[in-house]
């Protein structure tokens, strides 16, 4: 139980284009969703969290309009890259926390890279 | 500030051994925590974890500590295994309704065959 699925695993963009990432809980509901960014040999950063049918809170120095998270349901949640450019190149990872449970489980994670 | 930390960014075992991770955590408030494995390339697993009401807690080959008088914590991993090298994450949450988590930098740990 507790699976968390991500799409795509990987994505090549050029420059100026947008990104949609898919996140999903496969066997359990999540009211909140979360979204991090990793950059190499560091850990977790906590970019938004998304709440189901609410619009998701960021963290400071997050821009909002550059990355637009939807949690249209109690499994699923987007997040979309507006205009990407290289300095957005990184690894995305989401989770999910189960309604009933503190416990986060996490996506198996997007590696953008934009040229 | 609060932060989560890790006393050693890498670690080192020989197979077959026991390995011990540990973290030290600021806020006093915290009240749960979890450890993560992340491998090359992968999002973070659930390891094991445990609420502050508790000491200890045992799961399959781990068992995590927890010390709130010096907010300390560590996971323990028993026998090691070559698939037990990974990248391993503490993480604290405050209260129940604030649903974040704080990451500490997290440990290498490799074990040598």
């Known amino acids: 139980g507790a699976v968390v699925s991500q799409h795509p695993s990987w994505v090549i963009c050029k420059s100026g284009t947008s990104v949609k990432i898919e996140c999903r809980s496969l066997?359990?509901?999540?009211?909140?969703m979360f979204w991090y960014r990793q950059f190499p040999k560091q850990s977790l950063m906590l970019m938004a969290t998304s709440n189901e049918g609410s619009k998701a809170t960021y963290e400071q120095g997050v821009e909002k309009d550059k990355f637009l998270i939807n949690h249209a349901s109690l499994t699923l949640s987007t997040l979309t890259v507006t205009s990407a450019h290289p300095e957005d190149s990184s690894f995305y990872i989401c989770?999910?926390?189960?309604?009933?449970?503190?416990?986060?489980?996490f996506g198996p994670g997007t590696r953008l890279l934009v040229l | 500030g609060e932060s989560v930390g890790l006393h050693l960014p890498t670690l080192s075992v020989q197979e077959g051994d026991n390995s011990i991770i540990n973290c030290a955590y600021s806020?006093?408030?915290?009240?749960?925590f979890i450890w993560y494995k992340q491998e090359s390339g992968k999002g973070p697993q659930f390891i094991i974890d445990i609420r502050s009401n508790m000491d200890k807690r045992q799961g399959q080959r781990v068992t995590v500590l927890l010390n709130k008088t010096v907010k300390h914590l560590s996971l323990q991993i028993a026998a090691t295994q070559p698939g037990d090298s990974a990248v391993y994450f503490c993480?604290?949450?405050?209260?129940?309704?604030?649903?974040?988590?704080?990451f500490g930098t997290g440990t290498r740990l490799t074990i040598i065959p």
């Open positions: 993480a604290e949450n405050k209260n129940f309704g604030n649903e974040k988590l704080t």
């Open positions: 989770s999910a926390r189960d309604r009933a449970l503190r416990t986060q489980y």
């Open positions: 806020n006093s408030a915290s009240d749960y």
């Open positions: 066997d359990f509901q999540a009211t909140t």
